[in-house]
């Protein structure tokens, strides 16, 4: 009907705006979250010139408190160790009450029919806004790369290799889907700590 091929054409339209804006690598989760509920929904409002540079004027003047917003996110999804049920010392060293060195994070890797490991779709997600944190925390604007510099590096990986790196990563694969992910500036993660527990993420330049 009628009423139906307008909403789906309104609904497109501004997943189109966003996606060609890149927005979905400068928000946070719950604002992506927030979108795409608004989307299922039918809660967008009418295309025009007007609502599309008040959506970005709302997104640009909420930029701080959105970077708050992410740091906090991947602070909580990186702390495997903070579960009293986590299995890996690594973790509980490095990941209980901050962050540290290295991580491990499990079940987030799957192996294709022909050796090649790539990031869950379900967490492509979070292994994007942690691309993005840290290239925010280092002043280095938006990540380049499909997905992220890190989620493509681990999607080229083809067994039986299993290490790859980026500029702030170093990371292994294995077959039972756990990341070994290792921070090779840890001075960013000092910032990513301090942000987490309410600190200042601009306060430094």
């Known amino acids: 009907d009628k009423e139906k091929a307008l909403c789906n054409l309104r609904v497109s339209a501004w997943r ?3 996606n060609n804006l ?4 400068v928000v946070s989760l719950k604002r992506t979250r927030t979108f795409d509920e608004n989307c299922e ?20 003047s909420s930029a701080h408190e959105i970077a708050i ?3 906090r996110e991947v602070y909580d999804w990186l702390r495997p160790g903070a579960n009293r049920f986590d299995p890996y010392k690594t ?10 060195k290295k991580i491990i994070l499990r079940s987030i890797l799957e192996v294709r029919f ?36 890190l989620i493509d590096a ?14 702030y990563f170093s990371f292994r694969c294995f077959r ?21 527990g309410g600190g200042n993420i601009l306060g430094d330049g």
């Open 114 to 149: 022909n050796g090649k490991f790539w990031v869950n779709m379900h967490r492509q997600d979070h292994m994007r806004q942690l691309d993005r944190i840290m290239h925010l925390l280092d002043g280095a604007g938006i990540p380049d790369g499909y997905q992220s510099p």
């Open 69 to 71: 917003e992410s740091v």
């Open 41 to 60: 929904q039918d809660k967008l409002p009418e295309i025009s010139t007007k609502n599309v540079h008040s959506f970005l004027d709302n997104v640009m």
């Open 91 to 100: 973790n509980a060293k490095n990941a209980r009450w901050k962050l540290g």
């Open 22 to 25: 890149g927005l979905y690598k």
């Open 16 to 18: 189109a705006i966003v």
């Open 176 to 196: 039972n889907g756990n990341l070994h992910l290792t921070f090779k500036h840890l001075d960013l993660i000092d910032r990513l700590n301090a942000t987490a």
């Open 154 to 167: 681990i999607n080229t990986i083809i067994l039986p290799e299993q290490a790859g790196e980026t500029t």
